[in-house]
């Protein structure tokens, strides 16, 4: 059976049952589907991985599996590669190893990492990865710089233009703190597409030191509204509605930052690209303590222009998906570690030109999502009750 056909009978059992972003009728879907998809992409978020008992989160809400984090990140790497629309590359939206790592010292973190690497090294493909609080808990910003989780030269199947300081060693970083090195950057894995990734602890209390400037101004920003004290900084205790984002797990992006996004939009849109956002901290539809600090900005920036298509987040464990004013899509992705044992979290993308099929396994589910700036002309947007579906794993 060839892969085209294989690709075309698992998308009509999805499309049967799916969640679709938009009003698109089922003889248009079974239509466009006939065709391969121009590339594919994997996703997950939230592996944590850690050799310790599971237990709960830091609210006492839901239980983390460690262990068994490590075991579905080998099943997607599978899954993955033995997919008929074989994914081009990967993407973690960011936490690799909890921060519990750190406490038996830096030697265990630097093992937990490797351990968790080995098994995305099985995966046929490079991976992206987006920095998250936990791997700031574990490793300074200088060094996940200097580490495989800096993946702004990632060079193989993806064309990455490098917006960064260089990495040779005879140009090192301003300061101990290596804030002065950008982990934000974009890649074109074709050339009507363009990835942008975010560096959302840009400006945070975590993922910089102490005598760092960038600390300070973070600490400014979150202890004018916080009036917790130490580690109770991670707590929104006495905060209210939004206000409950000024925690010390969250950060923001800063101005040069936020510039360079603009000026990438702006070359998009010149490009005529569809633009993915792919971030830690998400900028809508999250809970209110696991917001970005200036999300309002960001979403300003982002609806100032048609090339957007989708916001792709972590950071929350809980799948959720929402549409902001501007019609760009939000997916928040599950968390691997609060996966239950027996499943998985994790999505293989079908991008074609005007819509994506979402392929989720386990606790992520299906569905199907055509661009905003394609809506316009393709119909208007609407909300379907139809049953989101997922699909089993590769054990």
């Not at 990495?167 to 301003?174: A, D, G, I, S, V």
């Not at 599950?334 to 606790?363: H, K, L, M, W």
């Not at 139809?386 to 054990?395: F, H, I, P, W, Y």
């Given at each position: 059976m060839s892969s085209r056909l294989l690709h075309y009978l698992h998308s009509l059992q999805i499309y049967g049952r799916v969640r679709t972003g938009v009003c698109v009728s089922h003889q248009t879907m079974t239509t466009n589907i006939t065709s391969c998809p121009l590339f594919s992409f994997g996703v997950l978020a939230d592996v944590q991985y850690a050799d310790i008992p599971n237990r709960l989160n830091f609210a006492k809400t839901s239980m983390r599996y460690y262990r068994n984090s490590i075991k579905l990140v080998h099943q997607a790497a599978l899954t993955w590669n033995q997919d008929s629309c074989k994914p081009s590359f990967a993407v973690h939206l960011g936490d690799l190893i909890d921060g519990f790592n750190n406490r038996e010292g830096k030697a265990n973190s630097e093992k937990a990492l490797r351990d968790i690497l080995t098994e995305f090294d099985k995966f046929d493909g490079p991976v992206h990865h987006i920095l998250g609080n936990h791997d700031f808990y574990n490793f300074t910003r200088k060094e996940l710089w200097d580490s495989r989780l800096n993946t702004t030269q990632l060079t193989?199947?993806?064309?990455?233009?490098?917006?960064?300081?260089?990495?040779?060693?005879?140009?090192?970083?301003?300061?101990?703190?290596?804030?002065?090195?950008?982990?934000?950057?974009?890649?074109?894995?074709?050339?009507?597409?363009?990835?942008?990734?975010?560096?959302?602890?840009?400006?945070?209390?975590?993922?910089?030191?102490?005598?760092?400037?960038?600390?300070?101004?973070?600490?400014?920003?979150?202890?004018?509204?916080?009036?917790?004290?130490?580690?109770?900084?991670?707590?929104?205790?006495?905060?209210?509605?939004?206000?409950?984002?000024?925690?010390?797990?969250?950060?923001?992006?800063?101005?040069?930052?936020?510039?360079?996004?603009r000026n990438v939009l702006e070359e998009a849109t010149r490009k005529q690209q569809t633009v993915f956002i792919l971030d830690h901290i998400p900028i809508f539809g999250?809970?209110?303590?696991?917001?970005?600090?200036?999300?309002?900005?960001?979403?300003?920036?982002?609806?100032?222009?048609?090339?957007?298509?989708?916001?792709?987040?972590?950071?929350?464990?809980?799948?959720?998906?929402?549409?902001?004013?501007?019609?760009?899509?939000?997916?928040?992705?599950?968390?691997?570690?609060?996966?239950?044992?027996?499943?998985?979290?994790?999505?293989?993308?079908?991008?074609?030109?005007?819509?994506?099929?979402?392929?989720?396994?386990?606790?992520?589910?299906?569905?199907?999502?055509?661009?905003?700036?394609?809506?316009?002309?393709?119909?208007?947007?609407?909300?379907?009750?139809?049953?989101?579906?997922?699909?089993?794993?590769?054990?």
């Open positions: 193989g199947k993806v064309n990455v233009e490098d917006t960064t300081t260089s990495r040779n060693p005879t140009n090192p970083p301003e300061n101990e703190c290596g804030c002065s090195n950008k982990l934000y950057y974009k890649f074109n894995p074709h050339p009507d597409f363009c990835f942008v990734v975010l560096d959302t602890y840009d400006i945070s209390g975590c993922s910089h030191l102490q005598q760092c400037p960038r600390y300070e101004e973070a600490l400014k920003i979150l202890c004018a509204v916080n009036k917790n004290t130490g580690y109770e900084l991670n707590s929104p205790t006495g905060l209210e509605g939004k206000e409950r984002r000024y925690v010390l797990y969250n950060g923001g992006v800063g101005k040069e930052q936020l510039q360079w996004l999250a809970t209110d303590q696991c917001l970005l600090w200036n999300y309002e900005e960001v979403l300003e920036t982002l609806g100032e222009f048609d090339c957007v298509a989708a916001v792709l987040s972590g950071h929350t464990h809980t799948y959720n998906y929402g549409e902001d004013t501007n019609g760009i899509r939000h997916i928040i992705f599950p968390g691997i570690v609060e996966a239950t044992p027996g499943t998985n979290a994790f999505a293989t993308i079908d991008v074609y030109s005007d819509y994506c099929d979402i392929r989720g396994y386990g606790q992520m589910p299906s569905f199907t999502l055509r661009y905003p700036r394609w809506n316009k002309t393709m119909g208007k947007v609407c909300t379907d009750s139809t049953k989101e579906t997922s699909v089993q794993a590769t054990s």
